[in-house]
């Protein structure tokens, strides 16, 4: 069961309001990035909480829900494909998170951000090296970024039919290059995450 040891460290420094923040969606090769910010009430214990990559759909579709009502605040942002091709990924994540920080209220004082870049924020913030497995914050950051960029995937998928977005959610799968030596690529990929040639032809 995950813990508040890192909050409870850092609330001993004197930071009042802590926030976890994490994203989803830096490997696809179409889609846009989304993070979430997450102030849990202090010592709160929402059962099954846990890095999102660890559960199945239907456990993050339940926590979604519960982080939602439980939380004291929770942010929701996304960095375009535009941006993610302008600025790197790294950066357009990092974008991404900073925008969901700014929807907090009350404003942390203090930003706990899976990874190992602290980012820039409007107050302090601390990198922390597979966070979504340590910090209960940064778990429920995952989650609501997951299920947040899972949906809009499956929705794009009507706006863009043919490459399989609601099944891989933009990801690089053998079906996904495809479809891409099929039909090419569409508005929503993100064009320097695509090999000159792919792999896959509809013969494989």
Known sequence: MLTYEIETEFAAKG???ICGTDEAGRGPLAGPVCAAAVILPEG???EGLNDSKKL???KREALFETIKKEALSY???MATEKEIDGI????????AMRRAVE?????PSLVLVDGNKPG????????????DAKSPNIAAASILAKVTRDRYMTELDKTYPGYGFAIHKGYPTKAHYIALNRLGPCPAHRLTFLKKKH????EE
Do not use: M, W
């Open 56 to 58: 199945t759909e239907k």
């Open 44 to 46: 709160l214990v929402i």
């Open 75 to 77: 942010g929701i942002a």
């Open 120 to 131: 820039s924020f409007p107050c302090d913030s601390v990198a922390v090296v597979k966070g």
């Open 88 to 95: 790197n990924i790294l950066n357009a994540s990092l974008l």
């Open 103 to 107: 929807q907090l209220s009350p404003a």
């Open 199 to 202: 792999d896959y032809t509809e």
């Open 15 to 17: 930071y009042t309001v």
